[in-house]
């Protein structure tokens, strides 16, 4: 049967945010006051720890001493104006200062300086012993500079305070003297070694500098030589400063220079613009002459022996026409006439004739003189060309020399620089603070080790508190039932036994089931427990007596079907029940029976089946309970432990409520938490608990419902 009322208790689910929360620490404050003991046992050993520790130990004190790293050492050669450090190179050069105090070389140099190996004193001041034996196949010597420097740098604090270019120096031992001592020998040596390192590198520089001056004069010379040789090779003029050696035996002739050259061919271009033109014009008359008539020509017409020729034959004609108007053309005269007209005929032409070939001549003679200019401007042109060859050249090896000079000269200037400034340069790290003998001790510090065994013993409470709660599950009393799976008490008792239970003891908890709903006593109410062996079926037993006896009628359903043991307690004979019923081999009316006791009455289980979860799972249990539920004020069901088991949530979905049976001091290991939570997740509605077995002086009957 579903419940149609709520249960005493609120589930948590239904609770609002803020319910929740203001109920979850009002739980954790109960939780911390039920264990108030292991907080404060907790703290009582920590804190009794932390007194002997400061007693037993012996006090140590820290000396202090600090110098300053700057990027660059004052008067650093070559270093010129400073110029300002990005931030990472300040956190690198800081780093590595640091590093070299922690360094084992820097600690070998303060054990020398200090004259601390194999010191009596100082394994004293240390709080050790000085080493007997040496181990390994060491000397004595060598086993206390072993000891020695693993002492120096375990001891030994660096720090650097905020962003600063500040390095303190810390050294903890038992004697202040001696912390103040080594302090201060840990900056000395390493300003010495800062010292040691620049002039050692100053050194280095000044040696390397020194080669590389040597590379640059040898390759100036070997520059200024080759300038050399090239120019008396090609008749430049050799500049000044050059290496004559090897070029003196050079005879080659002079190069015509640039100037020259430019000139000349200045020259010829003006020629040969001239003899172009008198090319073409040329070879206009020729071709005039070679394509018109000879007589034609104007050449042939402004020769004056031509003009006279012509004039000659003009005449002779004139007169063989003139001897023709008188004279046949047989009369010796006549023939005379013509005979002297073709001589100058021929005359003329011959005469024309040799004009046009003077005009080819000219025209030959103009083209020879133009092909030989443009030949000789090629050549002068080679030759030009030859000389800015020489000069880019000349050019190339003068700035050779000019480049090794500067870099001879930068260099022979930097070297001058470090020389003069040798042995006088500052170092990169400066003293700041001396450390001085400290007047109190260092550690142990009383305050700071007192608190912090406070809050150790606290938190380490409050762990041991926690994994308590988290990992046990047994419950003791009403305050760890509501912790454990937040349920109300309803009782305890302490059953015990196979034997049925005084109902008198159980009377208090009958009555409060009266109470248990909005309606009264629950119809249905479910008994079961977390594992077998808690007294779940004796209370069951002893409930039924306690309702009976306050004129209560009480149908007890033996859902155990596994182990049932209510008809043995009833001290019953067993019969037809629950089984019989479920498989339709009888009614429920004719399986309930009498137990002797007025107001009760037992619905055994019958013949124990094979599954009963399967049996349990159908529709049959509803009509069992429908068909006996008006019979009756309520119907106890005995139902099997819930882990482990499929039983328990089926019949919970049937009951209107559901009571846990808690044994007292059992289920450390989270089985009581498991088995609430899975029977809430099914839909069962928990009304309470009732806790057996109680062990002390008197029992608790406690009716908290929300607390």
Same mark, same amino acid.
């Given at each position: 049967?579903?419940?149609?009322?709520?249960?005493?208790?609120?589930?948590?689910?239904?609770?609002?945010?803020?319910?929740?929360?203001?109920?979850?620490?009002?739980?954790?404050?109960?939780?911390?006051?039920?264990?108030?003991?292991?907080?404060?046992? /907790?703290?009582?050993?920590?804190?009794?720890?932390?007194?002997?520790?400061?007693?037993? %130990?012996?006090?140590?004190?820290?000396?202090?001493?600090?110098? +300053?790293?700057?990027?660059?050492?004052?008067?650093?050669?070559?270093?010129?104006?400073?110029?300002?450090?990005?931030?990472?190179?300040?956190?690198?050069?800081?780093?590595?200062? =640091?590093?070299?105090?922690?360094?084992?070389? !820097?600690?070998?140099?303060?054990?020398?300086?200090?004259?601390?190996?194999?010191?009596?004193?100082?394994?004293?001041?240390?709080?050790? %012993?000085?080493?007997?034996?040496?181990?390994?196949?060491?000397?004595?010597?060598?086993?206390?500079?072993?000891?020695?420097?693993?002492?120096?740098?375990?001891?030994?604090?660096?720090?650097?305070?905020?962003?600063?270019?500040?390095?303190?120096?810390?050294?903890? &031992?038992?004697?202040?003297?001696?912390?103040?001592?080594?302090? $201060?020998?840990?900056?000395?040596?390493?300003?010495?070694?800062?010292?040691?390192?620049?002039?050692?590198?100053?050194?280095?520089?000044?040696?390397?500098?020194?080669?590389?001056?040597?590379?640059?004069?040898?390759?100036?010379?070997?520059?200024?030589?080759?300038?050399?040789?090239?120019?008396?090779?090609?008749?430049?003029?050799?500049?000044?400063? @050059?290496?004559?050696?090897?070029?003196?035996?050079?005879?080659?002739?002079?190069?015509?220079?640039?100037?020259?050259?430019?000139?000349?061919?200045?020259?010829?271009?003006? !020629?040969?613009?001239?003899?172009?033109?008198?090319?073409?014009?040329?070879?206009?008359?020729?071709?005039?002459?070679?394509?018109?008539?000879?007589?034609?020509?104007?050449?042939?017409?402004?020769?004056? @022996?031509?003009?006279?020729?012509?004039?000659?034959?003009?005449?002779?004609?004139?007169?063989?026409?003139?001897?023709?108007?008188?004279?046949?053309?047989?009369?010796?005269?006549?023939?005379?006439?013509?005979?002297?007209?073709?001589?100058?005929?021929?005359?003329?032409?011959?005469? #024309?004739?040799?004009?046009?070939?003077?005009?080819?001549?000219?025209?030959?003679?103009?083209?020879?003189?133009?092909?030989?200019?443009?030949?000789?401007?090629?050549?002068? +042109?080679?030759?030009?060309?030859?000389?800015?060859?020489?000069?880019?050249?000349?050019?190339?090896?003068?700035?050779?020399?000019?480049?090794?000079?500067?870099?001879?000269?930068?260099?022979?200037?930097?070297?001058?620089?470090?020389?003069?400034?040798?042995?006088?340069?500052?170092?990169?790290?400066?003293?700041?603070?001396?450390?001085?003998?400290?007047?109190?001790?260092? &550690?142990?510090?009383?305050?700071?080790?007192?608190?912090?065994?406070?809050?150790?013993?606290?938190?380490?409470?409050?762990?041991?508190?926690?994994?308590?709660?988290?990992?046990?599950? #047994?419950?003791?009393?009403?305050?760890?039932?509501?912790?454990?799976?937040?349920?109300?008490? =309803?009782?305890?008792?302490?059953?015990?036994?196979? $034997?049925?239970?005084?109902?008198?003891?159980?009377?208090?908890?009958?009555?409060?089931?009266?109470?248990?709903?909005?309606?009264?006593?629950?119809?249905?109410?479910?008994? /079961? %427990?977390?594992?077998?062996?808690?007294?779940?079926?004796?209370?069951?037993?002893?409930?039924?007596?306690?309702?009976?006896?306050?004129?209560?009628?009480?149908?007890?359903?033996?859902?155990?079907?596994?182990?049932?043991?209510?008809? #043995?307690?009833?001290?019953?004979?067993?019969?037809?029940?629950?089984?019989?019923?479920?498989?339709?081999?009888?009614?429920?009316?004719?399986?309930?029976?009498?137990?002797?006791?007025?107001?009760? %009455?037992?619905?055994?289980?019958?013949?124990?089946?094979?599954?009963?979860?399967?049996?349990?799972?159908?529709? @049959?249990?509803?009509?069992?309970?429908?068909?006996?539920?008006?019979?009756?004020? /309520?119907?106890?069901?005995?139902?099997?432990?819930?882990?482990?088991?499929?039983?328990?949530?089926?019949?919970?979905?049937?009951?209107?409520?559901?009571?846990?049976?808690? +044994?007292?001091?059992? $289920?450390?290991?989270?089985?009581?938490?498991?088995?609430?939570?899975?029977?809430?997740?099914?839909?069962?509605?928990?009304?309470?608990?009732?806790?057996?077995?109680?062990?002390?002086?008197?029992?608790?009957?406690?009716?908290?419902?929300?607390?």
């Amino acid at each position: 049967m579903a419940a149609t009322t709520p249960p005493l208790h609120d589930r948590p689910e239904r609770l609002g945010l803020g319910a929740r929360l203001t109920r979850g620490l009002r739980d954790y404050g109960l939780l911390l006051r039920r264990h108030r003991v292991i907080l404060f046992v /907790t703290m009582a050993l920590c804190l009794l720890a932390a007194l002997l520790y400061i007693l037993l %130990s012996t006090p140590d004190y820290r000396a202090t001493a600090s110098v +300053e790293v700057q990027d660059v050492p004052a008067g650093a050669a070559g270093s010129g104006a400073p110029t300002p450090s990005r931030t990472d190179d300040i956190e690198t050069l800081m780093q590595t200062q =640091l590093e070299v105090l922690r360094s084992r070389a !820097l600690a070998q140099e303060v054990a020398r300086s200090l004259s601390l190996v194999g010191t009596p004193a100082f394994f004293q001041g240390m709080g050790v %012993s000085r080493p007997k034996l040496a181990a390994g196949g060491q000397s004595q010597r060598q086993a206390d500079e072993e000891r020695t420097i693993t002492l120096l740098r375990d001891h030994l604090e660096v720090d650097l305070p905020g962003k600063s270019r500040v390095i303190r120096i810390h050294f903890v &031992s038992a004697d202040p003297a001696l912390s103040a001592r080594i302090a $201060n020998g840990y900056a000395d040596s390493l300003i010495r070694s800062d010292l040691k390192r620049g002039f050692q590198s100053g050194v280095q520089a000044r040696r390397f500098l020194l080669g590389e001056l040597d590379g640059a004069r040898r390759d100036l010379e070997r520059a200024e030589r080759e300038l050399a040789v090239y120019a008396a090779r090609n008749g430049a003029p050799i500049p000044p400063g @050059a290496d004559m050696e090897g070029a003196s035996s050079t005879n080659s002739p002079a190069a015509p220079s640039g100037s020259e050259i430019d000139s000349r061919l200045t020259q010829l271009n003006s !020629l040969r613009a001239q003899a172009l033109a008198e090319r073409i014009a040329a070879q206009k008359r020729w071709e005039s002459a070679r394509a018109a008539s000879v007589e034609t020509l104007p050449e042939v017409l402004g020769n004056g @022996a031509m003009q006279e020729l012509m004039a000659q034959r003009a005449q002779a004609r004139a007169e063989l026409v003139e001897e023709r108007q008188f004279r046949k053309d047989a009369h010796p005269e006549m023939r005379e006439a013509r005979a002297r007209l073709a001589a100058l005929d021929d005359q003329a032409q011959q005469m #024309a004739n040799r004009i046009r070939a003077s005009l080819r001549q000219d025209y030959d003679i103009a083209r020879r003189g133009e092909k030989q200019i443009a030949d000789e401007i090629a050549d002068v +042109e080679k030759d030009a060309q030859a000389a800015r060859g020489r000069s880019v050249q000349m050019g190339m090896y003068e700035r050779s020399v000019e480049t090794y000079r500067m870099l001879h000269d930068s260099l022979l200037q930097r070297y001058r620089d470090m020389a003069s400034q040798a042995g006088f340069q500052a170092g990169r790290i400066q003293p700041l603070d001396r450390a001085v003998a400290p007047d109190s001790p260092f &550690s142990p510090k009383v305050g700071e080790t007192m608190l912090f065994a406070a809050l150790g013993g606290l938190v380490l409470g409050l762990l041991l508190v926690g994994a308590r709660h988290a990992f046990d599950d #047994a419950v003791t009393s009403a305050e760890t039932l509501a912790e454990r799976v937040d349920l109300p008490l =309803l009782g305890a008792v302490p059953v015990t036994g196979d $034997n049925p239970q005084p109902s008198e003891v159980f009377a208090p908890i009958a009555r409060s089931l009266l109470l248990a709903s909005t309606g009264g006593l629950p119809r249905s109410i479910l008994v /079961t %427990s977390a594992q077998e062996g808690e007294g779940k079926s004796l209370t069951l037993n002893a409930l039924a007596r306690a309702l009976a006896a306050l004129d209560k009628t009480v149908l007890v359903l033996d859902g155990d079907m596994r182990r049932p043991v209510q008809h #043995a307690l009833f001290r019953v004979a067993p019969g037809k029940g629950i089984s019989e019923v479920l498989t339709g081999q009888a009614n429920a009316a004719d399986a309930v029976i009498a137990t002797g006791v007025p107001g009760v %009455s037992l619905l055994p289980c019958g013949a124990v089946p094979p599954n009963p979860t399967e049996l349990l799972a159908t529709p @049959a249990l509803d009509d069992l309970l429908a068909s006996v539920r008006d019979r009756y004020d /309520t119907i106890l069901i005995d139902a099997p432990p819930i882990l482990g088991l499929g039983d328990t949530p089926l019949l919970a979905t049937r009951a209107q409520a559901t009571l846990m049976v808690v +044994e007292w001091g059992r $289920n450390h290991h989270g089985g009581l938490r498991t088995a609430v939570d899975r029977l809430r997740r099914t839909g069962g509605v928990i009304i309470g608990a009732i806790l057996t077995k109680q062990q002390g002086c008197a029992f608790d009957y406690d009716y908290h419902r929300g607390d």
